[in-house]
């Protein structure tokens, strides 16, 4: 896999952080590129009926604002993790998009990605029940060699 690129959705949960570990340990045995992203979501309330309680473009703004916040943190934590497991040249993107499979996939495709590593589950309870769990739609619709990790 020598000048491949390895893909790693992060969340900062502990599975997503769980899958980096994994996806630096074959980047370090492989010489494969890591590229760590952490997606926002541009318009987070579209299947949440947000609208109908009267949210405002300044309650979407504090939102999407607290979003991008801990997806650069996620992105901090995971730059840091992948330096003490020594991989320093990781490339660390965050993505506007809606959190889905889609997004993920595209992005694979756009930045070239050979295999994709990500954590079982983000999403718990009952927000998994009615969104489902985006490592399922990838392991059903990825072209691209997927490693599922489950903490």
Known sequence: MANNNILVPIDGSDTSLSALKQAA???NALG?????I???EENPFVNADFYYFGADSSTMKEYFDEACKNAKAALLAA???CEDLGVNDAEIK????EVSAT???KTAEELNSNLIIMGSHGRKGVQKLALGSVAEDILLHSPL?????KQ
């Open 32 to 36: 494969s590129k890591l590229i760590v």
């Open 79 to 81: 730059q840091k993790l």
């Open 25 to 27: 340990i074959l980047v």
């Open 145 to 149: 060699p997927v490693l599922i990790v």
């Open 103 to 105: 997004t993920i996939l």
């Open 38 to 40: 952490s997606i926002v």
């Open 94 to 97: 965050m993505i506007k998009g």
